[in-house]
């Protein structure tokens, strides 16, 4: 088991609630809350503390999107820790598809860069001792039930993915959905190649699946919010989501859960709820190593 994890984006939704039933288990000492907002993140923790009973967290700036933040937060940390959890993430607000200073598209930015400079960057500090988890999503390889297209690509090389990582693949696009499955794609990539490199390490990718009550849709436009509640609230009633504390379980269960191999992006075997699966098995593109080392080494154009 972990005693000491390190969470993203763990003021809210998914990440709080992985902060929370953690704190449950009698063998977790310490959870550091990486947050990039500290009036969130103070009260986050105070619910959390009085939820649980527990005086184990510790909040750390990080903002994921901006990569002197994230070496900043690694420098801070002056212990190693047992378990990583890169769940920061979503749709990447308004300016989705604006490419910032690093060359990089917004949503690729909140989801991916910083979670692979903090990743990288605590191994090779001797930081992170025994997993890492990514928070995935059943985008990456498509859900035809929810619109949701299998990303397609004709090289898949490093210049076909580095085009993924700027936003020029998407072109004059407006929907934050279409970026959405590919970048989440190259996460999965990235994570797996990972493990073929650091094999005294776990590397899981984990679909929450779709979870409801989180606050995923509060960056979208007011139409588009309310279009994604309310049909998130319907497809809970006929059980084709699930609820926050399932979502979250699946991120303790892949820290925690021997049996799941590294290296492999587990989610839904059949739309985005219920058991879960090797994404290979549905989509053989998880489990090419070409494509893993090209995905890791398009992701590293744009770091320095
Ligand atoms: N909910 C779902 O159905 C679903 C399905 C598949 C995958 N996922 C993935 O699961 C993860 C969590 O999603 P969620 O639904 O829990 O979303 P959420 O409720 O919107 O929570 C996202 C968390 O990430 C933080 N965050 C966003 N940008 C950040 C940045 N630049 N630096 C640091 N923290 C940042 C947010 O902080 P602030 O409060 O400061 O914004 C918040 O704490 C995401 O990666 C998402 O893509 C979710």
């Known amino acids: 088991m972990n005693k000491s994890i390190f969470i993203t984006g763990a003021n809210a939704g998914i990440g709080k609630d992985v902060a929370r039933q953690l704190a449950l288990l009698d063998t977790t000492e310490k959870i550091y809350m990486g947050c990039r907002n500290m ?9 959390l503390e ?3 009973g527990k005086d184990i967290f510790e909040i750390v700036q990080i903002d994921v999107s901006d990569l002197s ?9 002056k212990e190693p820790f047992d378990a990583l959890v890169m769940n920061a993430g979503g749709t990447g607000g308004k300016n989705f598809n604006e490419v910032n200073h690093n060359g990089v598209m917004q ?14 960057e605590l191994i090779k500090a001797g930081k992170l001792k025994k997993v890492a988890l990514y928070a995935g999503s059943e985008a ?26 700027d936003g020029s693949f998407f072109g004059k696009n407006k929907d934050e959905m ?21 094999p005294e390490i776990r590397f899981i990718t984990m679909s ?9 849709a509060n960056t979208l436009s007011p139409i588009k919010k309310t279009m994604m509640t309310g049909m998130m609230k319907m ?27 590294s290296g492999v992006f587990y989610a839904s075997k059949s739309g985005i709820t219920g058991q879960i699966v090797d994404q290979g098995t549905l989509f053989n593109d998880f489990h090419n190593v070409v494509y893993q080392n090209n995905a890791r080494e398009s992701i590293h154009r744009f770091i320095n």
Request: proline share 4%; aromatic share 8%; no cysteine.
């Open 39 to 47: 009036r969130k993140a103070e009260t986050a923790k105070k619910e």
């Open 50 to 52: 009085s939820i649980t």
């Open 69 to 77: 933040s994230v070496r900043a937060a690694v420098k801070s940390l």
């Open 107 to 120: 949503q690729f930015s909140v989801n991916v860069l910083g979670h692979v400079v903090l990743a990288e």
């Open 140 to 165: 990456a390889r498509g859900v035809k039930s929810f619109g949701m297209k299998r990303p397609s690509f004709k090289s898949h090389s490093v210049e076909e993915f580095s085009s993924v990582v």
């Open 178 to 198: 279409v970026p959405y499955g590919p970048v989440k794609y190259l996460a999965a990539l990235w994570m797996a190649s990972l493990s073929r490199e650091y």
């Open 208 to 216: 929450p699946g779709g979870t409801t009550g989180t606050e995923v």
């Open 235 to 261: 497809m809970e009633v006929f059980g084709r989501v699930h609820k926050l504390e399932v979502g979250a379980r699946r991120f303790v269960d892949g820290i925690n859960d021997p049996t799941l191999e």
